[in-house]
């Protein structure tokens, strides 16, 4: 079946730095690729989704890109904030419709 | 508009209960989606529910079971509750079969 392989499992970065999170899948007729953010306490939060037409997306400080023939897409975070300190979820839709997602990203911002 | 709602936050209950988790989606969804989050497993797909019928299923034993109402409400029911059903049940509201938004979850611990 569909596997989503996510990296790194934790990061740190300081204040204003860029954070990067990758993932690969291994369904090559996949067509959308959700980000999700989870803080403590809480569901996942969509923070943005790229469809297989599109190599790259962008919201704020936010950016996904997509490569179809390698298989992988990344979630860029630019201008670090403690506030951006949660866990990220890659997902992948499935064959049934359903998301399957990485075991996730625990991001920790340093003030 | 009203986010996914779900009922309860947190139940408590032992082994051999069973346990009935209730999901509100966003008004105009059609689309409810369950999904089990587990610090081992990470987040699971359990089944899918559009217009009151099942629609897909993920790999889970028949002690996990769900319905769906005429208003779209969802309910999932866990019978005879083991120790590894100890988890976070996620409700996914969706219009279409990919941007997926999540309610806050139901925390179940079995004892």
């Known amino acids: 079946g569909e596997n989503v392989e996510q990296h790194p499992s934790t990061l740190s970065v300081q204040e204003g730095d860029s954070a990067v999170i990758k993932c690969t899948y291994s369904?090559?007729?996949?067509?959308?690729f959700p980000w999700y953010k989870q803080e403590l306490g809480k569901g996942p939060q969509l923070i943005i989704d790229?469809?297989?037409?599109?190599g790259e997306k962008k919201d704020q400080r936010i950016a996904v890109t997509l490569n179809k023939t390698a298989k992988h897409f990344s979630l860029h975070i630019t201008e670090t904030q403690p506030e951006d300190s949660a866990v990220y979820f890659c997902?992948?839709?499935?064959?049934?419709?359903?998301?399957?997602f990485g075991k996730g990203t625990k991001l920790s911002v340093k003030p | 508009k009203a986010g996914v709602t779900q009922t309860p936050r947190y139940l408590i209950k032992t082994r051999g209960q069973q346990v009935t988790l209730s999901c509100s989606p966003i008004?105009?969804?059609?689309?409810v989606s369950w999904y089990q989050q587990t610090p081992g497993q990470g987040l699971q797909f359990l089944f899918e529910?559009?217009?009151?019928?099942?629609?897909n299923k993920g790999n889970f034993p028949g002690r996990f079971s769900g319905r769906q109402f005429s208003n779209s409400r969802s309910e999932m029911n866990v019978s005879t509750l083991e120790l590894g059903d100890s988890a976070l049940y996620l409700c996914?509201?969706?219009?279409?079969?990919?941007?997926?938004?999540f309610g806050p979850g139901t925390r179940l611990t079995v004892l």
């Open positions: 790229i469809r297989s037409n599109v």
């Open positions: 996914a509201s969706h219009q279409f079969a990919d941007t997926q938004y």
């Open positions: 997902a992948v839709e499935g064959s049934q419709g359903n998301l399957i």
């Open positions: 529910y559009f217009s009151e019928t099942q629609r």
């Open positions: 369904d090559s007729a996949s067509n959308y």
């Open positions: 008004s105009g969804h059609r689309s």
